[in-house]
């Protein structure tokens, strides 16, 4: 059973940073897609960032504008979403999906993902 558990929001200020872990279990990370996803309260779920291990290609929505840096450490089948300079709007529920499989490429649309985490709060205050 493919579980991902996301670890590592929480309280920050303006300007801060964090990073978020998206632990996989129940698949080895060699082929396979990852995206990051956030909801604010009141909004639909958005695409934050995505990789793919297929080509290695990685893409960031526009509003994260060079802040956040995606990663990977298959030794730990950890994903990571690293987020500096972060700003209000920033507050959500993130989450991690994976699409597991070879070919699969990077997608900021939901549907384009099998698994799911529960989602980890961040909140950026003043």
């Known amino acids: 059973q493919v579980q991902l558990v996301e670890s590592g929001g929480g309280l920050v200020q303006i300007g801060g940073s964090l990073r978020l872990s998206c632990g996989v279990s129940?698949?080895?990370?060699?082929?396979?897609?990852i995206g990051w996803f956030r909801q604010a309260p009141g909004k639909r779920r958005e695409g934050v960032s995505c990789?793919?291990?297929?080509?290695?290609?990685?893409y960031h929505a526009d509003f994260v504008e060079g802040r956040f840096t995606i990663s990977s450490d298959n030794t730990k089948n950890t994903v990571y979403l690293q987020m500096n300079n972060l700003r209000s709007d920033d507050t959500a529920v993130y989450y991690c999906?994976?699409?597991?499989?070879?070919?699969?490429?990077?997608?900021?649309?939901?549907?384009?993902?099998?698994?799911w985490g529960q989602g980890t709060q961040v909140t950026v205050s003043s």
């Open positions: 990789f793919s291990s297929t080509d290695g290609s990685i």
């Open positions: 129940g698949y080895t990370l060699e082929h396979y897609a």
């Open positions: 999906a994976l699409s597991p499989g070879p070919g699969t490429g990077c997608s900021h649309y939901s549907a384009g993902y099998d698994y």
